[in-house]
């Protein structure tokens, strides 16, 4: 074949944020928005292409901007082909819903099929993160394309990342009557700022000085926390604790379905990121308050923070009622109107055409 097209889909982490690089448990979905790699054998150089925006260079040429995360890709997995990829993509650039992801994984799944290196889909995943750690410098830990890659439609993924392991867990809120509503703020959102990488910096301090390599790896969270005298460490590894208990709660509330209490654990998660690990923000904060004033069953910022995407568990029959909601707090601060996405657990990465066989 002389060409390959494979898509990945953005995710949304329901809860579970900032536990992937603790070696903690997270719990993410795919969406329906995706993006698309269509690769072409070429006769010289790389061609990296998305709408208007072009990237043209020899091969092992490294460039910067957005076709890093794509040549990344190709250099972590040996590449060294001339080749046309382009890009096409409807998941929002910056809303915290994994955009960078999504193109990886396409990225990765399509020229694994191209060129038929035989690779697992847990081979391609580590070539992922290893590209956008490594080679874009982006300091994440794994979930983004742990999640693009394998998610599951009418499911979450359980990925506990002190072992490595993933569950398939069902989630089907649509048969509750309920929506998950993502709502991207339009705040835009970047993990190679020095935000993300301090908060993972002050969880490493709280590692070192209890002696573990990991946060997860801590069982008795209170004396730890005594432990732990610097206030603001002491915040970040509190969150991380409390996190991974919640986690395990909402797990647990799915399987005796238990929306009520599941709405509630991810209202007390956000409370956990906006007060101890401080990574949301005005809009952020606007967009759950708002939520769940228009009466959602609870409502969260989803992914890194610092901007991006909230989302909530809405009863179907008032949707309309909590984007209004949320619309309307938005234009009483004067802000820009944010987007609304319909979150349903869609497919991981896959073979688009020609067809896998």
């Given at each position: 074949m002389d060409h390959v097209i494979a898509s990945a889909p953005g995710r949304v982490n329901l809860i579970g944020e900032h536990l992937d690089y603790n070696g903690g448990l997270c719990l993410p979905i795919g969406l329906p928005q995706r993006t698309t790699a269509r690769i072409a054998r070429a006769d010289g150089g790389v061609t990296v292409r998305s709408g208007d925006l072009e990237w043209t260079g020899g091969v092992g040429e490294r460039p910067a901007g957005w076709a890093a995360y794509v040549v990344g890709v190709l250099e972590v997995l040996g590449v060294r082909e001339p080749l046309t990829v382009e890009i096409s993509s409807d998941v929002p650039v910056g809303a915290g819903l994994s955009s960078s992801a999504a193109l990886e994984c396409s990225v990765a799944t399509a020229i694994d099929a191209l060129l038929g290196l035989g690779c697992t889909r847990e081979d391609l995943t580590t070539a992922c993160i290893r590209a956008e750690t490594e080679y874009v410098g982006a300091p994440t830990g794994g979930l983004d394309q742990t999640a693009s890659m394998f998610a599951r439609a009418g499911h979450a993924i359980l990925l506990d990342f002190a072992d490595g392991s993933s569950t398939q867990v069902g989630f089907d809120p649509a048969s509750a009557g309920l929506t998950l509503l993502a709502v991207d703020t339009r705040v835009a959102h970047e993990h190679v700022d020095g935000g993300y990488s301090a908060r993972r910096a002050d969880c490493e301090l709280a590692a070192r000085t209890l002696g573990v390599d990991l946060l997860s790896q801590v069982h008795d969270a209170a004396s730890a926390l005594t432990a732990l005298t610097d206030e603001r460490v002491r915040r970040r590894a509190r969150h991380v604790f409390s996190e991974q208990q919640r986690v395990a709660e909402f797990v647990r509330a799915l399987d005796l379905g238990d929306w009520a209490e599941a709405g509630a654990l991810m209202t007390s998660s956000h409370?956990?990121?906006?007060?101890?690990?401080?990574?949301?923000?005005?809009?952020?904060?606007?967009?759950?308050?708002?939520?769940?004033?228009?009466?959602?069953?609870?409502?969260?910022?989803?992914?890194?923070?610092?901007?991006?995407?909230?989302?909530?568990?809405?009863?179907?029959?008032?949707?309309?009622e909590v984007r209004r909601a949320i619309d309307e707090a938005f234009a009483a601060r004067g802000w820009g109107a944010p987007a609304h996405i319909d979150a349903q657990p869609s497919e991981g990465a896959r073979v688009d055409a020609p067809s896998a066989q």
């Open positions: 409370e956990s990121l906006r007060d101890d690990f401080e990574v949301s923000c005005a809009e952020l904060d606007a967009v759950v308050e708002a939520a769940l004033a228009a009466g959602a069953i609870g409502a969260r910022m989803t992914g890194g923070g610092f901007g991006g995407s909230a989302i909530a568990l809405v009863d179907t029959e008032r949707v309309a």
